[in-house]
């Protein structure tokens, strides 16, 4: 069982960075691929980032490629999405997932533009 609880959300202006941690809790969290998600108001939750349990393989989607780093601190049981350069289509919930099974719930990121 892992919990897990995101903070570092806020109001950002376009073009601003935010850097989301996600702290998780349970033995188990350092063998877990760990992802970030989100979801915007009207529309379906979508896949933001990933990162393998080693933290050597990670994975982005094509809207947030070469903006957002994703990474972790196995020794400290945390997970962080860096968002650089945000638009306004990045408002939306960030939800952190482990293995696609455990799940946060969420924090806020409002860019204005």
């Known amino acids: 069982q892992v919990q897990l609880v995101e903070s570092g959300g806020g109001l950002v202006q376009a073009g601003g960075s935010l850097r989301l941690s996600c702290a998780a809790s349970?033995?188990?969290?350092?063998?877990?691929?760990m992802g970030w998600f989100r979801q915007a108001p009207g529309k379906e939750r979508e896949f933001v980032a990933a990162?393998?349990?080693?933290?050597?393989?990670?994975y982005y989607a094509d809207s947030v490629k070469g903006r957002f780093t994703i990474s972790r601190d196995n020794a400290k049981n945390m997970v962080y999405l860096q968002m650089n350069n945000l638009k306004s289509e990045d408002t939306a919930i960030y939800y952190c997932?482990?293995?696609?099974?455990?799940w946060g719930q969420g924090t806020q990121v409002t860019v204005s533009s």
């Open positions: 997932s482990g293995e696609s099974l455990y």
């Open positions: 349970g033995r188990t969290f350092s063998s877990y691929t």
């Open positions: 990162i393998s349990w080693s933290g050597g393989t990670t």
